[in-house]
């Protein structure tokens, strides 16, 4: 599987040119809980191929663990 941490300006750009050219794809979001009026958004994953995705980190203050 290829994975891709989307974290400097280059890999967003990237990122933004290949979505862009994509009819269909889909997306999932990760939170700090699993109650929507608790959570707070952590950051979204991007896929349009099977096993490769785009994550995009958007919280700075956020311990992974």
């Known amino acids: 599987a290829k ?3 989307v974290n400097t300006h280059d890999l967003f750009n990237d990122f ?3 979505i862009k ?3 269909e794809f889909v997306f999932d979001t990760e939170t700090t809980s699993i ?3 608790e959570a ?3 950051g979204i994953s991007f ?3 099977s096993e490769e995705a ?3 980190f958007l919280r700075k203050n956020y311990k992974i663990y």
């Open 21 to 23: 050219q994509r009819k």
């Open 40 to 42: 707070d958004l952590v």
């Open 54 to 56: 785009y994550y995009i």
């Open 3 to 5: 994975y891709i941490l």
């Open 16 to 18: 933004l040119e290949k």
């Open 35 to 37: 109650s929507a009026m």
């Open 47 to 49: 896929s349009w191929k």
